[in-house]
């Protein structure tokens, strides 16, 4: 009888060896059958799109990659102690590829990025959809939290004043409505799928909005965030230049007019910004992004603040101090 249990156990253990390359295979098959489903969303609404992700390792990645060079470190050890933020960076952008990176505190810190979320936000959409699309405001948009941007359901918005409405004003309505064509989840995976190809290696979102969830928050670094804003210069310069607008009107086509105000109050006392995003919650604090345009060396300031009692006081000691230390007009 003992020689027979011993045997049965062997079979038994045998058969579960033998089972986990196939049960390897159906976790395996699940995940790429998923991928496939957002690479499919992809092909059908932008085929491009699905080559750029397919070779963004050989392209994107490598000036992810490009070395930083540090500078004037007299600089850094001021700001670290007088400057209310968590974490902070200011980098230089002489040219596609190259520049210098100035400052910085926790670069590689991963913190709740709040509202900064909507840059990739617009980004994603931008990427996905056509430029003619048109979007209805559902109730569902309109119910999530905050009324920035006075979204009413039923209306209809062109993508990119939806986009604007969004920037400007944050509006989590607007961000919300912005995933409609193809569905929250959908979205937001294509969110991290942009990430992932940027070489965002410490950026996850959970929403497009930016808001705290119980599956956690969107958490990136300043180092990612640089990344980001950098290819958007270059790349997607329409989202910095609708983030940096004071103050406007769009109508949708509903033929209801919204006045749009910018959260960021900087871009009174700095004109030359040319890229802006704020963001707030309690567990995130303040966050700030301003790019500069510096007409004299031809060349972009990228400063990002994260986890600031306030944001404002941060940003104007980083942009006073390169201002300083570098002659920027």
Known sequence: MPELITKNIK???AAILLSLPFWWFVNDFQKNAENFLYFKILSS????ILTAHLNSSLVLKSEALRPKKRIVPVIEESLVSNTPATAFLSYLVKERGKGELLFSKGANRKLPIASLTKLMTAFTAEDIYPSSTRIKISKGAVATEGNAGGLRPGEVFKMKDL??????????DAAQALTAPVG???FTHLMNLEAKNLGL???HFVNPTGLGTENGDNVSTVEDLEKL????IFHKPDILRASAIKET?????SGLWHHLGNTNILLEKYPNIIGSKTGYTNKAKGCLITVLKD???KSFIINIVLGSKNRFKAMEDLIEGVYKYEGID
């Open 11 to 13: 079979l038994l253990l």
């Open 201 to 203: 290696q410490n950026t």
């Open 229 to 232: 804003v950098e290819y958007l």
């Open 295 to 297: 007409t004299i060396h």
């Open 184 to 186: 929250t989840k959908a």
């Open 45 to 48: 609404k932008k085929p491009i």
């Open 163 to 172: 986009i604007k409405i969004m920037l400007i004003e944050s509006s989590n």
């Open 249 to 253: 009107r769009v109508r949708s086509e």
